[in-house]
């Protein structure tokens, strides 16, 4: 597609639900990345994937949360028994090679509200 | 200490008005530099990466200072559209880090 897509743009959830956020990302992206974004935060990061290497996962604040990416292109991030401190933004970026020199385009996010 | 530090401001300018942000980073391993603008409630969008020898796209300019490790964002002739949160990000070994952002507020 044109840029990154995510869906859903917004999602409420009942605490102790698992949800699950997707992400498409640039056709012929090999590096994805999910972050998230709390009320008036800087961007934490959760996940990076890079072509078939094995997942950098260092930024996964507990087990609840996992990520997978099938094919080399769409991804989704599994919030597990989700909490009030869940809510947040998710935001999903992705590039060409590793990015290192060219940054990364972001999706719009998904707006998750655990109530 | 954090990765990337930067003023939160926020900067309050008048239109027309030249205003520059900086921003350091911690770790002198660190590989490639960009700006990122972020809207209220959107998501971030890139700016302009930032080369050792300074680089410009219209009325933004950018510096790197790997020597001292801060980053520079210069922006001249400033418009009420410029309004938003710039955001510094680092990136080291394929991961990128971000400032917190500095918000800028250009007043008619």
């Known amino acids: 597609g044109a840029g990154v897509s995510q869906s859903p743009s917004n999602k409420v959830t009942e605490k102790g639900k698992d949800v699950e956020l997707r992400c498409d990302p640039i056709s012929g992206h090999t590096a994805l990345y999910w972050y998230r974004q709390s009320l008036g935060q800087g961007l934490e990061f959760l996940i990076y994937?890079?072509?078939?290497?094995?997942?950098?996962k260092s930024g996964l604040p507990s087990d609840r949360f996992s990520a997978e990416r099938t094919g080399g292109s769409v991804s989704t991030l599994t919030i597990q028994r989700t909490q009030q401190e869940d809510s947040a933004v998710y935001l999903c970026?992705?590039?060409?090679?590793?990015?290192?020199?060219?940054?990364?385009?972001f999706g719009s996010g998904t707006r998750l509200t655990v109530v | 200490r954090k990765e990337v530090e930067q003023d939160p401001g926020p900067f309050n300018v008048p239109e027309g008005a030249t205003v520059a942000f900086n921003c350091t980073y911690s770790n002198s391993a660190s590989q490639s530099f960009f700006w990122y603008r972020q809207d209220c409630r959107k998501e971030p969008k890139l700016l302009m990466s930032v080369y050792s020898s300074g680089n410009e796209d219209g009325r933004f300019t950018a510096q790197l200072n790997r020597a001292s490790q801060y980053i520079s964002l210069l922006i001249r002739d400033s418009k009420l559209s410029d309004s938003a949160t710039y955001l510094c990000v680092v990136n080291r070994f394929n991961k990128f880090y971000f400032g917190s952002g500095t918000k800028l507020n250009v007043k008619p």
């Open positions: 970026a992705s590039s060409s090679g590793t990015g290192t020199f060219y940054g990364y385009t």
């Open positions: 994937f890079q072509g078939n290497s094995a997942p950098d």
